[in-house]
Structures are given as structure tokens and as C-alpha cells.
T-cell receptor, first 118, second 113 residues
Framework: EAGVVQSPRYKIIEKKQPVAFWCNPISGHNTLYWYLQNLGQGPELLIRYENEEAVDDSQLPKDRFSAERLKGVDSTLKIQPAELGDSAVYLC????????????????FGPGTRLLVL | GQQVMQIPQYQHVQEGEDFTTYCNSSTTLSNIQWYKQRPGGHPVFLIQLVKSGEVKKQKRLTFQFGEAKKNSSLHITATQTTDVGTYFCAGKTFSGGYNKLIFGAGTRLAVHP
């Protein structure tokens, strides 16, 4: 079974330029997450989708970040315009949400996109 | 806001020594998950603990969830070089109308042969 696929793996851009990241979750996983991971830190949630609905985007800086998950499968995360402080690893993860709040929603992470803003 | 704190930040051990990382939450958690991230890699799920006082073992790894469901620990017995990486705890809690998984900053383990 293929894991979570992300592209590109690396991206170098100049500040104020736009950038987009793509994620293909594990087949059948209804929940998709975008995380930001700074060096030496744990992942921080940006947005969570259940199917095509963004159910938690409270941590997404909406002035410059946007995301979409058309048809509830693939997802893209966009930054426009990028700032120096956006340099980080952007991780996509997916899980299969079961019934109840105690269900094991193991998150499977993709390899991430390492963004460097110059 | 809610925080999940992990200590220590770094740990250097000789191969064969034991290792423990501790995780503390400012609020009660519904469950806690542990992930391992190898250098240059991505987080990989290890285990989930749900019940108060729960203890689970995976070979040389022992995971514990505190009685108050606010703290957890991961203990590795007789470390090996393959244990190198960063270990993250992630606490699940209900906040602001959402179920959230909040990651700690991780403990980076270095094992010297």
C-alpha cells in the first residue's frame, strides 16, 4: 500500500513569491492534515479536513495561507506571498476516522516539503 | 493556550544504556500518542494510550499514561543505535470546539556505539 505522497520534496523561493504544496493521502483515508514543522520543534497543525470539509483551520494564517481538498482526496496548500519566516517543513498526514472520540486515528505522515524562503 | 511539554530536549546515551522521555500536558488528555522521527525523516506512529494508568510495551519500549491523564513517559531499555531519532508525544484534547492533537517539541536521542 502506498503511503502519503507529497510534492515537491524541496522548494527554494524568494520572499513575496507564491508557493504551492501537493498531498495525496493514503487511499481511503477520509481525514487529511497539514502541519508545519520548524527545526527542533514538533509538528503544528495548520488545517484538518474531513473528506472535503475543513473542520479545523483555526491555526491557519488566512491572510497568506490557503488550502483546498477538492473531491475529498488530494489537497493543496498555498502560501502567497511567502515570507522569510515561512521556511520550514510542511507535512501532510492522513488518517481513517472511525466512530466515537476514542477511536484510534493513527496519523500517517508523508515525507514533507522542505521550504526555504530567501 | 494548551501546551504539551517534553523533557529532556536532548539525550545522549551509550549503547546499552536506558533512556526515558517525559511528556506533560497543561490539561487532561483524552488520549496520548507517541511518534518517532528519524533524522531527515517524517514522524512515524508508535502507539496510542487511552486509559488512565495504562502501560503498553513494544519489545524494549515501555509507554505509560499517568493516572490523571496529563502525563506520559516512554522508556527504552538497553538502547541500540537504531533507536536514534526524535521521539514526540502528542496529546489529544478538545479545545475551541475541535478535537486537537498537540505535539510536544520532542526529545532527540543520540546513541553512541
Amino acid at each position: 500500500e502506498a503511503g502519503v505522497v507529497q510534492s515537491p520534496r524541496y522548494k527554494i523561493i524568494e520572499k513575496k513569491q507564491p508557493v504551492a504544496f501537493w498531498c495525496n493521502p493514503i487511499s481511503g483515508h477520509n481525514t487529511l492534515y497539514w502541519y508545519l514543522q520548524n527545526l527542533g520543534q514538533g509538528p503544528e497543525l495548520l488545517i484538518r479536513y474531513e473528506n472535503e470539509e475543513a473542520v479545523d483551520d483555526s491555526q491557519l494564517p488566512k491572510d497568506r495561507f490557503s488550502a483546498e481538498r477538492l473531491k475529498g482526496v488530494d489537497s493543496t496548500l498555498k502560501i502567497q506571498p511567502a515570507e522569510l519566516g515561512d521556511s520550514a517543513v510542511y507535512l501532510c498526514a492522513s488518517s481513517l476516522k472511525g466512530p466515537g472520540t476514542g477511536s484510534n486515528e493513527t496519523q500517517y505522515f508523508g515525507p514533507g516539503t522542505r521550504l526555504l524562503v530567501l | 493556550g494548551q501546551q504539551v511539554m517534553q523533557i529532556p530536549q536532548y539525550q545522549h546515551v551509550q549503547e546499552g544504556e536506558d533512556f526515558t522521555t517525559y511528556c506533560n500536558s497543561s490539561t487532561t488528555l483524552s488520549n496520548i500518542q507517541w511518534y518517532k522521527q528519524r533524522p531527515g525523516g517524517h514522524p512515524v506512529f508508535l502507539i496510542q494510550l487511552v486509559k488512565s494508568g495504562e502501560v503498553k510495551k513494544q519489545k524494549r519500549l515501555t509507554f505509560q499514561f499517568g493516572e490523571a491523564k496529563k502525563n506520559s513517559s516512554l522508556h527504552i531499555t538497553a538502547t541500540q543505535t537504531t533507536d536514534v531519532g526524535t521521539y514526540f508525544c502528542a496529546g489529544k484534547t478538545f479545545s475551541g470546539g475541535y478535537n486537537k492533537l498537540i505535539f510536544g517539541a520532542g526529545t532527540r536521542l543520540a546513541v553512541h556505539p
